[in-house]
């Protein structure tokens, strides 16, 4: 039996062709420490492990880079090498050369970010954003039917063409403005820290 594209979701395993099944690659993003090195990761060439672990044990401290202490480093070092990295590197999300001590992104890095959607502090899912807008179109469309004031003062098809316009310009350039601040490797912090 052959599988659908539905099954074949997921991320580009390196330069091949094989797809990362979503419930790996879901696993992959499941850890904190993962996602940090990912973010660190992003726009970089490839960069030392040691390097790697400072910047992701900073992150997870609320410490400048500077203040980690060694013993911190080696914590995160330690568990990047044994059991992060290599998750990440059979996920196809990085290549990591255990020997040489460095890692660095594979073209799936790039494509795994639809998968990391964060809600962060005050902002609220898409799903309650577009719930939102739902009711709101419910109860423009119920006070254009009775006729309530202002809605009389001009026909009901131009307000209602006029919300739907105004709803969707709003909607699409707040969703733009969120993508772009929610990808990856885009600020000094990782986006899930961004609350």
């Known amino acids: ?12 395993h390196g330069e091949t062709d094989k797809h990362v099944p979503e419930g790996e690659l879901f696993d992959a993003l499941s850890n904190r420490r993962r996602r ?3 973010e660190a990761l ?5 960069i030392e492990l040691g390097d790697l672990a400072e910047q992701v044990a900073a992150w997870e401290l609320e410490k400048e880079i500077a203040a980690v202490d060694s013993t911190e480093r080696k914590r995160v070092y330690t568990s990047l090498q044994q059991s992060h990295l ?3 590197d059979d996920a196809g999300l990085v290549r990591f050369d255990k020997r040489a001590g460095f890692v660095e992104p594979t073209p799936g890095l790039a ?4 998968y990391l959607d964060v809600v ?5 899912p898409w799903s309650e ?5 739902a009711a709101l179109g419910a109860a423009l469309t119920a006070a254009v039917a009775v006729d309530a004031y202002p809605f009389v003062l001009l026909p009901d ?3 209602l063409v006029a919300a739907s316009a105004v709803t969707l310009l709003v909607s699409a350039v707040y969703h733009n403005y969120y993508a772009t601040q929610s990808q990856l490797g885009r600020g000094d912090t990782p986006v899930e820290m961004n609350s």
């Open 1 to 12: 039996m052959g599988t659908t594209e539905a099954q074949q979701v997921g991320v580009q």
């Open 36 to 38: 940090y090195a990912l």
């Open 42 to 46: 992003m726009g970089t060439e490839g």
């Open 86 to 88: 290599p998750r990440l």
């Open 111 to 114: 494509e795994c970010e639809v």
């Open 120 to 124: 962060r502090g005050n902002d609220i």
């Open 129 to 133: 954003y577009y719930l939102g807008l």
């Open 157 to 159: 098809i131009a307000w």
